[in-house]
């Protein structure tokens, strides 16, 4: 019997290629100990993919990192509001008598009857503008310590006759014809009677304050304005010579300029003359005393009973 040999098949494996991890080839591949530079390139890759995760883990969290909220505003201190101001007191308070007052506009008739039985001489409806006797009476002692006095406010008509004049030297003065003209005034002055006068106007002094109030002081005293214009006219200087005037328009004025910047009340003293001015700055004095001699009315449950206009 003749024996048959199987002769070994060679087997070729190209280079590069890799049989797998079973064949005989593989095997011994596997067993090969991997070249240094090789080991430290490949750790050195993974070395920098975990550093690159790290920084992109970083990043993502700071993007999406919550941001506080702002803070609320803080609403500055509030300041407190001052106390109220206390309401200005009169300096000459005055008592007004607790009655029924007619209306301001309506009080005319009411006022002119009773000053008829308080004031000596007669002729007092010749003297006076009966029309809006209160609401002028006001108006000109307001003007008395200013530098005008408007004659369409003034509760007496008009003086009589014209400015009297005299020739002195080489210009003009005050007339002693002048002093005639206010000579009615001055006599009607000397026969009133003072006390009753104050007593009316204390009675009706509410009609005066609205009055003085609706002028354009809504916060003043009209009484203690009434004083200051009587202080002005008792303060008037005296005259003891011709004072001496010009023309330089339609009015005369004073030609001292001193006397002309004087208020409307003095100069008024100054025109109607000395002997005049005397008599009628001592009845304003008795005036004064018998005004700032009034005291504060006592609340009543019958105050304000003055009709509004």
Request: hydrophobic share 40%; aromatic share 6%; proline share 11%.
């Amino acid at each position: 019997m003749n024996e048959t040999r199987t002769e070994p098949t060679l087997h070729v494996v190209a280079p590069g290629t890799y049989e797998g991890p079973n064949s005989e080839f593989g095997t011994q591949r596997d067993q090969w100990p991997e070249p240094r530079g090789r080991r430290q390139r490949r750790r050195t890759r993974w070395l920098v993919a975990l550093l690159l995760v790290c920084a992109a883990a970083a990043i993502v969290s700071m993007l999406w990192q919550p941001r506080p909220a702002p803070p609320a505003p803080v609403a500055p201190p509030r300041a407190e509001a001052p106390p109220p101001a206390a309401a200005p007191q009169p300096r000459y308070p005055i008592e007004a008598a607790v009655a029924v007052l007619p209306p301001l506009d309506g009080s005319d008739a009411t006022i002119l009857a009773a000053l008829q039985t308080l004031v000596g001489g007669g002729g007092l409806n010749s003297l006076l503008d009966s029309r809006d006797l209160i609401r002028n009476f006001v108006a000109t002692v307001d003007n008395l310590p200013r530098r005008a006095l408007p004659p369409q406010k003034l509760p007496t008509r008009p003086v009589s006759g014209s400015f009297g004049t005299a020739v002195s030297g080489n210009g003009l003065v005050i007339g002693e014809s002048n002093a005639l003209r206010y000579a009615p005034y001055v006599k009607q002055l000397q026969g009133t009677d003072l006390a009753g006068v104050v007593a009316l106007y204390a009675q009706n002094y509410p009609l005066f304050q609205q009055a003085y109030r609706k002028l354009g002081f809504p916060n003043g005293y009209f009484n203690d304005r009434f004083v200051e214009a009587l202080d002005v006219m008792i303060a008037a200087p005296d005259s003891s010579a011709s004072l001496k005037v010009v023309q330089p328009k339609i009015f005369y004025e004073f030609a001292d300029r001193d006397l002309e910047q004087l208020p409307a009340g003095q100069k008024l003293m100054l025109r109607m003359g000395r002997d005049n001015a005397a008599v009628v700055k001592t009845r304003l004095r008795e005036l004064r005393a018998l005004v700032t001699a009034q005291v504060p009315a006592k609340p009543d449950a019958r105050a304000g009973v003055a009709a509004k206009s």
